[in-house]
């Protein structure tokens, strides 16, 4: 079981920024994706952003496109998301998880935007 170790959220007035960061207590070398995803109060959990580790490639949902950043750290196995012009509705619950391939999760972070 791989674990993931959530930092950075917390509490933000609209239009600031957070970043979050994950970091796996695996080798970069048996990690295929990174993602994040988020579940806000009575709602299902949604996809955020992802990073397949090998090649980098990154991809976003609409609602955050343009105002997050998912990125790695290749040196460690740790991924970041810098959220920028965050609005009411980014409140959430975020979740790191791992595909290598099996799939873990971590215990989520807090969100909280105000306006």
């Known amino acids: 079981q791989v674990q993931l170790v959530e930092s950075g959220g917390g509490m933000v007035q609209a239009g600031g920024s957070l970043r979050l960061s994950c970091t796996a207590s695996?080798?970069?070398?048996?990690?295929?994706?990174m993602d994040w995803y988020r579940q806000a109060p009575g709602k299902e959990r949604e996809f955020v952003a992802n990073?397949?580790?090998?090649?980098?490639?990154?991809d976003y949902a609409d609602s955050v496109k343009g105002r997050f950043i998912i990125s790695r750290d290749n040196a460690k196995p740790t991924v970041n998301l810098q959220m920028h012009n965050l609005q009411p509705e980014d409140t959430a619950t975020y979740y790191c998880?791992?595909?290598?391939?099996?799939?873990?999760w971590g215990q989520g972070i807090q969100v909280t935007v105000s306006s």
């Open positions: 998880s791992t595909t290598t391939p099996g799939r873990s």
């Open positions: 695996i080798s970069t070398r048996d990690i295929y994706t």
């Open positions: 990073i397949i580790w090998s090649s980098n490639f990154t």
